[in-house]
DNA sequence: TAAACATATCGTCAACTCGCGATATTTCAA
DNA sequence: TTGAAATATCGCGAGTTGACGATATGTTTA
């Protein structure tokens, strides 16, 4: 029975969390990161999953690091890229029942 | 002990998931959805919450309405929006949860 | 019908995004 | 130490987004 709270406009905090969602919403990406819910991945593997060049999928992964979605770590020649922010699986949950599920419109 | 099954890449279904991530990627909107979760308002009540200018408001309504997130009526010389999209309270959680919960970096 | 109100649409401009080729950096192997 | 592999960064150009003032449309009241 808790009603929940209706948040003052803060602006900032929406920024932030628009600025996120803007770096999850673009195909590849959130195909990054459904790949990533599975394990770690070089960015090699990862652009080849997404049928993409390396450059690119090394950008979409560095913007995704800067707000924070994910984590690397080098290993010789190879960077590992893993999810480092733990709500991610429940959102990409979110989006893929609505839009990813069954097919409509 | 269901190993849910790795999506094959559907372009098409991952960029219109996209679009509608794009569409909610903006501090005002995710705003004004999670004012109409809370029941319907006006053009005007929605731009005088969020602190706009009424026609940026009609702006933001209508991008939302086109991907199939809001829908309105017209009763007078007043419009009413309302959530059309049931996803959008599970989506807008998520991101409450995660972004605008407790003051986080 | 004219004026006022509520909303919608348009045009413009600055800012940002994306893809892409070129180049740089780091690491390993010969 | 030279070259190749893996990744990262840069610079450019086309396209998109957002804010905003101006104008248009639809509705009610005088």
Redesign the pocket.
Known sequence: MVQRKFRPFDLEALTHAADCL?TL??P??IRMVQLLLQGRY????I?EDCG????????????MQRCGFLS?Q???????YQIAEPHLEQIVSCIEDRFLANPKS
Chains 1, 2 share one sequence.
């Open positions: 803007r919403a673009h590849v990406r070089t960015v090699g593997e652009a993409i060049a390396e450059n690119q999928a090394s950008e979409h992964l560095r913007l690397s080098r290993e010789g020649r190879c960077v590992y």
